[in-house]
């Protein structure tokens, strides 16, 4: 079994910036794709972005616009977003899976595990 929890969410002002981490526990992650997603108020959990198991693949979601990096450090079992010129649509809980086969894919059913996810606010 893989535990995912990630850290690093919280309020920050439009425009501002944040780093997530996801850290795994349980089993080591590092031959696992990995992904990002986001659900916000009374949407679906939509995909963010994607990174492979050697970090020399990366996936992002076409509305992002180049203002979110993923990066995974497998020597800590580790897998961050970083998140510049954010915006109130932005605001979400943001979760952390892992995917076995490394598909690096978009949909929530590629994944097997699941963290309990951090909430990023944006204010205007």
């Known amino acids: 079994q893989v535990q995912l929890v990630e850290s690093g969410g919280g309020l920050v002002q439009a425009g501002g910036s944040l780093r997530l981490s996801c850290a795994a526990s349980g089993r080591s992650v590092a031959y696992y794709g990995m992904g990002w997603f986001r659900q916000g108020p009374g949407k679906e959990r939509e995909f963010v972005a994607a990174?492979?198991?050697?970090?020399?693949?990366?996936r992002y979601a076409d509305s992002l616009a180049g203002r979110f990096t993923i990066s995974r450090d497998n020597a800590k079992n580790t897998v961050y977003l970083q998140m510049n010129s954010l915006n109130t649509e932005d605001t979400a809980v943001y979760y952390c899976a892992a995917d076995s086969l490394d598909n690096i894919g978009t949909g929530v059913y590629e994944y097997d595990y699941w963290g309990q996810g951090t909430q990023v606010t944006v204010s205007s």
């Open positions: 990174i492979n198991w050697s970090g020399g693949r990366t």
